[in-house]
């Protein structure tokens, strides 16, 4: 009995020991990937964030199942806004200009930016009548926001946390929203 619950036990330290390294190999191809296009759309600075990127693929691509399937669909819009212009997020700013304190910040501004994103991501969702949709929805949060962080190194603190929150809610938002309307349609 002792025998067979250890050989167990090592058989499933080896499984999630595997599922780890592949998961890391994964999020550093990704990660090193992400850092490229940062650097070149936003530049050195977004850097030192990819470290962000890597460890929420590690943990995704760890956890699997319907957070990393959520996840995997929330990267296109986190490249999307990785390509978003400042101008969008600084619209009183000249372009060319460096960003200083004579540029006006407008956090609402990303704050939409960030909604719309999430509102038409969260259109991605699969139809699901199970708790496996919130689980798709946060790893699309995840998604987006793993790359989305690298464009907010260009941006001061209230654009960056109006960027994110944004995402965030867009696709949280959306996603309540069918839910409720699928566990009407079920109870009826």
Do not use: H, Q
């Amino acid at each position: 009995m002792e025998t067979e619950l250890s050989l167990r036990k090592s058989a499933l330290r080896a499984y999630e020991l595997g599922r780890l390294r592949r998961a890391a190999l994964n999020a550093t191809m990704l990660a090193s990937l992400v850092g490229v296009i940062a650097m070149a759309t936003v530049g050195p600075s977004a850097l030192p964030w990819a470290l962000c990127t890597l460890g929420a693929w590690i943990a995704t691509g760890w956890r699997g199942g319907a957070l990393l399937l959520g996840a995997k669909k929330g990267l296109i819009a986190g490249f999307a806004t990785l390509l978003l212009p400042l101008s969008l997020l600084r619209p009183c700013c000249r372009p060319g200009v460096v960003m200083t304190a004579d540029c006006c910040t407008r956090p609402e501004l990303c704050v939409l930016a960030g909604s719309a994103i999430g509102f038409g991501l969260a259109a991605l969702l699969p139809k699901s009548r199970d708790a496996s949709r919130w689980e798709t929805a946060g790893g699309m949060v995840v998604g987006v926001l793993s790359v989305a962080v690298l464009k907010c190194s260009k941006l001061f603190v209230g654009e960056a946390m109006g960027l994110l929150v944004g995402l965030s809610v867009g696709v949280l938002v959306v996603s309540s929203v069918a839910s409720l309307r699928t566990a009407r349609s079920t109870a009826a």
